[in-house]
């Protein structure tokens, strides 16, 4: 199973931004990485994907706020969010897809955004 190690998670006020890094050990050659996200009382969902060739997909509620991007060579993704609201408050969770073997998640990291 591909292990997974996020970093970039924090407090920030709304209109603020953060970034997101998620490295994947071993090695794996990986389809799909990506992040999702859980907030208090509510279900996992997914926040943004990006395959190897580029190709994005991000939820109708971060479009064209937030900004997944990947190093192929080092199996790692990137999440830029700006404009950050109250409502992006959540766990955001790493996950990636090899093209063999078990798909893996991060242990998680805090984004709070609070006045």
């Known amino acids: 199973q591909v292990q997974l190690v996020e970093s970039g998670g924090g407090l920030v006020q709304p209109g603020g931004s953060l970034r997101l890094s998620c490295a994947a050990s071993g090695s794996f050659s990986i389809f799909v990485m990506g992040w999702y996200r859980q907030a208090p009382g509510k279900q996992r969902e997914v926040v943004a994907l990006?395959?190897?060739?580029?190709?994005?997909n991000y939820a109708d509620s971060v479009k064209g706020r937030f900004t997944i991007s990947r190093d192929n060579a080092k199996n790692t993704v990137f999440l830029q969010m700006n404009s950050l609201k109250l409502e992006d408050t959540a766990v955001y969770y790493c996950?990636?897809?090899?093209?063999?073997?078990?798909?893996?998640w991060g242990q998680g990291t805090q984004v709070t955004v609070s006045s």
């Open positions: 996950y990636a897809r090899p093209y063999s073997g078990s798909s893996g």
């Open positions: 990006i395959i190897t060739g580029g190709d994005t």
